[in-house]
């Protein structure tokens, strides 16, 4: 049973930058898939950006060039480092990991998640 703990979230004004991180325990962090989703008030959960077993990156158009995604096996922690960010991308940022080494934007395919940290980027 794996569980992720997220951090980082907070309030930033548009163009600023923050951090998040997911702390995994419970597994065997260096052979999973790990992803952030995000959810924005009255909207679906939607896919941000993933990363496989071998550091692999996978992006949602919407981020491209403004987020990065990463993975510390040896801290069996992931991160994602968010740019240029906009009052669009405010919304709960979750960590999700799944038992396969790679990555989908399929939410359905995702085994584990992790509570949540809100981002609001201010206008």
């Known amino acids: 049973q794996v569980q992720l703990v997220e951090s980082g979230g907070g309030l930033v004004q548009a163009g600023g930058s923050l951090r998040l991180s997911c702390a995994a325990s419970?597994?065997?962090?260096?052979?999973?898939?790990m992803a952030w989703f995000r959810q924005a008030p009255g909207k679906d959960r939607e896919f941000v950006a993933g990363i496989d077993w071998i550091g692999g990156h996978t992006y949602a158009d919407s981020v491209k060039g403004r987020f990065v995604i990463s993975r510390d096996n040896a801290k069996n922690t992931l991160f994602l480092q968010m740019n240029s960010l906009k009052p669009e991308d405010t919304a709960v940022y979750y960590c999700?990991?799944?038992?396969?080494?790679?990555?989908?934007?399929?939410?359905?395919?995702?085994?584990?998640w992790g509570q949540g940290t809100q981002v609001t980027v201010s206008s």
């Open positions: 999700a990991a799944r038992t396969s080494v790679f990555v989908t934007m399929r939410e359905y395919e995702w085994n584990y």
């Open positions: 419970g597994g065997t962090f260096s052979n999973i898939g």
